[in-house]
């Protein structure tokens, strides 16, 4: 049972540009929240998704951050016009019930650097 | 809700010590969990300890939680050269389906 996998590992952008990242939650998991994690700190809640549907997005900059969980097909965490303080480690994970009633499952993580 | 805090925020202690690190949150919780995240990369899950327990182990880690304090601790005994790691405590403080992760504390254990 393959683990939550994210990619790509590293992405570099210019300002302006838009970054995507993608999220595979482990199998038989329909939860997935994305954090993030600025150098030397610890990770803070953006968003937390079920199959179609965003659940909480509270974490969420309200501006060119968006989120996604397909039907079929990865999470993906869109960042439209990215900035320099957009450079920092995004990670996702998944679970199989909604938290509170275990752990979740984290993946690698994503590194996104803004030139 | 604000992260939880952490100390210390770092920690050097020669291999065969043990280790111990606190971690404090806000608000009430129903479960709290420790996670080791090596330098670069993912969160590993080590365990989690709900706000009706007082104490748990797995191998060489023990947790202990006071919810009249808010707070755990996380121990490490005997530690070895590849625990060195940064150590997160994250809770479902204020409710829902988030995490709220302490600051971290980084361990070095030295031979």
């Known amino acids: 049972n393959a683990g939550v996998m994210q990619n790509p590992r590293h992405l570099v952008r210019r300002r302006g540009q838009e970054a995507r990242l993608r999220c595979s939650p482990m199998k038989g998991h329909s939860h997935v929240y994305w954090y993030r994690q600025l150098p030397e700190e610890g990770l803070k809640f953006m968003v937390y998704?079920?199959?179609?549907?965003?659940?909480?997005e509270s974490g969420m900059p309200k501006e060119r951050f968006s989120a996604e969980f397909p039907k079929e097909g990865p999470s993906i965490l869109r960042i439209q016009q990215v900035v320099r303080g957009d450079s920092a480690a995004y990670f996702c994970?998944?679970?199989?019930?909604?938290?509170?009633?275990?752990?979740?499952?984290f993946g690698p993580g994503t590194r996104l650097t803004v030139l | 809700s604000q992260q939880g805090e952490e100390d210390p925020q770092a920690l050097s202690i020669q291999e065969g010590e043990n280790a111990t690190m606190n971690c404090s949150y806000k608000?009430?919780?129903?479960?709290l969990q420790w996670y080791r995240q090596n330098s670069g990369r993912g969160l590993v899950h080590l365990i989690l300890?709900?706000?009706?327990?007082r104490e748990k182990h797995s191998g060489r880690l023990r947790v202990t939680l006071d919810t009249s304090k808010k707070s755990s601790s996380l121990l490490i005994t005997a530690s070895r050269a590849a625990d060195t790691a940064s150590y997160f405590c994250?809770?479902?403080?204020?409710?829902?389906?988030?995490?709220?992760f302490g600051t971290g504390t980084q361990l070095k254990v030295e031979l």
């Open positions: 998704l079920q199959k179609e549907n965003i659940i909480d």
């Open positions: 300890i709900r706000s009706n327990e």
């Open positions: 608000t009430s919780i129903n479960n």
């Open positions: 994970a998944s679970s199989p019930v909604g938290q509170g009633s275990g752990e979740q499952f």
């Open positions: 994250a809770s479902d403080e204020g409710g829902g389906n988030k995490l709220t």
